[in-house]
């Protein structure tokens, strides 16, 4: 009882302190302002306006540091806000794209082929499904003059053709055949996707049922904002009573898939194509005949003219966006294409500084990041490089957490440079100096490949996780980077020689 009691006196004389001192330094500070005040009123009145600009552009400039400082600034990504792509939206980021140095020419392409899509003003009907589901032979069926290869195997169109089609009313419209989907190709289904994205009405073919790679389809074609018909063609490998079973089968998944499609854009219909017949003949044998089995795909056509009626006014800006959205998803992957290609180059270029500070320096110690200046100028170009703005309490927190993690690296790394070292003829006795300075740059490289890891998935420098990366995958990194920064030191050693 008597300890705490002595506690709580203690407590209370140092409170009592605190406020005795603060008081003494208020009154202190406010008897100097008061000074100082009345001598500026008293003297030139171009002091006083100066003096008070002097001190409004301190406290200023504290608080601009307090800031760059302390709060965390959002990447420009997330300052976007979700709206329709415009043509100058996509525009203007070609330009600054190009600007940088990236390869915008696919992207520019996409813009170009929807310029001459729009001064053609013909409509484009894209056949999209899986292959066997006859996609071909309803084009066939739909102009009869047509010259399209069909095999009942599956899986014989491998590009992207055109057919010119007029309907009732005199439009003219292009029936686009595309490679079908799920086969072993996978650049066939990325040929297919696109052309969807590039044409005004997309047709949705399949047989029956839609499996679960054909409702991913629908789900995605949905989403574009387009018009869709949904066919299902062969349906006379079905009565009429199960016909209507499937179709409302399709119409539910359309519904539980976010469509908001009319009951005339569900349609089944048959190709026709030839068909084997087996007849008897006079003697009691059987002989087989291929005949001519007869389209019936009247209600697609109804179901295309009226749809084209309905969305008249909106095809073209629906196709518009989405071939924007083509464009800046073309875009965005040269814009990874040439973050990849630059985020080498940076890592390089700071790798070798790092071995040639470690030649220089001859007796390296085990703190890798001892030439701070080099690991601050690569973590932030390659935060620019990733659009992220980091605080600068942030790159000097990712560097300590990081040195300390390098540390304990620091024998893998050695024992790797030396190995390294040895693979090259004519590297001779392996000089203490030279491991050392591959160890340092080998634990450079591994640093800048988990920064770029993180930057890639996260999108901004976030210390903790970062340097928790760059621990979990030194190893693999060492390894991934050994042969071109022990060969990077030779180089510099016999340049300095």
């Not at 003096?51 to 965390?72: G, N």
């Not at 003219?305 to 959205?325: P, Q």
């Not at 024992?415 to 080998?442: C, E, Q, R, S």
């Amino acid at each position: 009882m008597k300890l705490d009691r002595f506690l709580r006196l203690s407590i209370g004389l140092f409170v009592t302190l605190v406020v005795v001192v603060a008081i003494a330094v208020m009154l202190f500070v406010t008897e100097s302002a008061l000074n100082v005040w009345d001598r500026l009123v008293q003297g030139p009145r171009i002091l006083l306006y100066g003096y008070v600009s002097v001190m409004i552009a301190l406290v200023l400039a504290a608080i601009w540091l307090i800031f760059r400082l302390a709060v965390k600034r959002k990447t420009t990504a997330n300052d976007e806000v979700a709206r329709p792509l415009r043509r100058s939206d996509i525009e203007s980021r070609l330009l600054a794209a190009e600007k940088s140095g990236v390869d915008i020419s696919d992207a520019q392409a996409e813009l170009q082929e929807l310029a001459s899509r729009q001064e053609s003003g013909s409509v484009h009907l894209c056949f999209f499904g899986e292959i066997s589901t006859g996609k071909s032979s309803l084009i066939k069926a739909l102009i009869p003059s047509a010259d399209l290869a069909i095999n009942p195997v599956g899986g014989s169109t491998v590009d992207i053709r055109h057919y010119r089609w007029r309907n009732e009313n005199g439009a003219e419209i292009l029936l686009t055949d595309v490679p079908g989907t799920g086969g072993l190709d996978g650049d066939l289904d990325e040929m297919a996707l696109r052309e969807a994205q590039r044409a005004q009405l997309v047709l949705l073919v399949c047989d029956g049922d839609l499996t679960r790679n054909e409702s991913r389809a629908v789900t995605w074609l949905l989403a574009l904002g387009k018009p869709l018909i949904l066919v299902m063609n062969k349906s006379d490998r079905y009565n009429r009573e199960e016909q209507a079973i499937l179709l409302e089968r399709l119409l539910d998944h359309l519904d539980n898939l976010g469509g908001e499609s009319a009951r005339d854009q569900v349609v089944a219909v048959s190709a026709g194509g030839e068909v084997d017949i087996i007849e008897k003949r006079a003697d009691g044998g059987e002989a087989s005949i291929r005949s001519q089995r007869p389209a019936d795909i009247g209600v697609l056509v109804v179901a295309i003219n009226r749809l084209l009626e309905r969305e008249a006014e909106s095809l073209d800006i629906k196709r518009d966006r989405a071939v924007f959205h083509l464009a800046a998803d073309k875009l965005a992957q040269a814009e990874g294409e040439y973050r990849t290609q630059r985020a080498q180059q940076i890592i390089r270029n700071s790798t070798r500084k790092a071995v040639v500070g470690a030649l220089a320096a001859v007796s390296p110690g085990t703190d890798i990041l001892v030439q701070g200046y080099i690991g601050t100028t690569m973590t932030r170009e390659l935060c620019r490089l990733f659009g992220a703005v980091p605080r600068d309490l942030d790159i000097e927190e990712f560097l300590s957490l990081s040195q300390s993690r390098a540390g304990k690296a620091l024998p893998l790394g050695l024992a790797v440079a030396g190995n390294a070292l040895k693979a090259f003829p004519g590297a001779g006795t392996v000089a203490g100096g030279l491991v050392h300075a591959v160890a340092y740059g080998l634990i450079f490289d591994a640093l800048g490949r988990s920064l770029v890891m993180t930057l890639t998935k996260h999108g901004e420098l976030n210390p903790g996780t970062a340097a928790k990366e760059f621990e979990d995958g030194i190893s693999e990194h060492i390894e991934a980077g050994v042969r071109q920064v022990a060969k990077l030191a030779l180089d510099q050693e016999k340049t300095s020689e």
